[in-house]
């Protein structure tokens, strides 16, 4: 059971990474949790884990690539009478490979993750904040938003979306006592790239990019969160790819992109 003095936050994709960390992050900063991912026993651990910060664990499986997902995790929670204060759209997807040659279903569950459910389940909490007059959102994004990706093509573009739907509700929202933060963390020490394959990348192995852990880049953020900022990108360097990408000239950041999300 929730404690009705403690916030509630819902954390989608909770089972490992930024996930898990982010949540560890809202537990010990007072908040009870809504977890959701695929996987059960993960989140059983976890929430267990949770508790010891005195926060209690609500464990809701749902499968966010099933077009249903979104609909089906926010009817479960309004059935437990839940509000939920802070949501951490954190649930995402990706894979390598050129577009005409990459697995049709994989693409398909991309974009129902990425930005399909991200919006869907956006949608349904967000109204209820408002009416509230108080709220916090997290779209977690990533700096592959920011320029075109060849070779990683349609996860670079569902995270152009995550930026690009964040800074607008951001700015639609001023006013109204929620804020919306997008946190675009570069290369992060989680199973996320071996499951996408993008572990052979230079985008993600070179000695120039600092693969930052999963505890830091969910420090970062939920400090973001917290202050009500707009779009929060982990480390320096990231913030200058991110920014190089977005300024620069798309003859050029595309091929220096096609070569570091091409396998060598």
């Known amino acids: 059971m929730t404690n009705p003095t403690r916030p509630l936050a819902l954390v989608t994709g909770a089972s490992s990474g930024i996930g898990v960390e982010l949540a560890r992050e809202l537990a010990r900063d007072g908040h009870d949790l809504v977890l959701t991912a695929r996987t059960v026993m993960p989140m059983e651990n976890l929430a267990a884990e949770l508790a010891a910060w005195g926060a209690a664990s609500v464990i809701i499986p749902v499968d966010l690539s099933e077009p249903s997902g979104a609909a089906a995790l926010a009817s479960a929670i309004e059935a437990r009478g839940l509000t939920v204060e802070v949501l ?108 996408s394959g993008s572990n052979e990348l230079p985008y993600f192995n070179s000695a120039m990019r600092h693969v930052m852990s999963a505890a830091e880049v969910a420090r970062l953020g939920y400090h973001g969160l917290k202050g009500g900022r707009r779009v929060v990108i982990t480390g320096f360097l990231n913030r200058v790819v991110a920014l190089g990408g977005r300024f620069a000239p798309h003859p050029i950041s595309l091929r220096v992109t096609k070569a570091l999300t091409s396998r060598r």
Do not use: H, W
Request: net charge neutral; hydrophobic share 45%.
């Open 88 to 195: 951490v759209n954190n649930a995402g997807l990706g894979a390598v490979g050129r577009f005409d040659q990459a697995d049709p279903v994989r693409i398909s569950e991309m974009v129902q993750v990425n930005i399909v459910a991200l919006t869907e389940l956006t949608r349904l909490i967000l109204p209820g904040m408002v009416a509230r007059g108080r709220g916090r959102v997290m779209l977690v994004g990533s700096t592959a938003g920011f320029q075109p990706g060849p070779g990683m093509a349609v996860y670079f573009a569902t995270k152009a979306y995550v930026l690009s739907l964040g800074e607008a509700l951001a700015e639609e929202l001023r006013g109204t006592g929620v804020t919306v933060t997008t946190l675009c963390p570069g290369p992060t020490a989680t199973n996320f790239a071996q499951i």
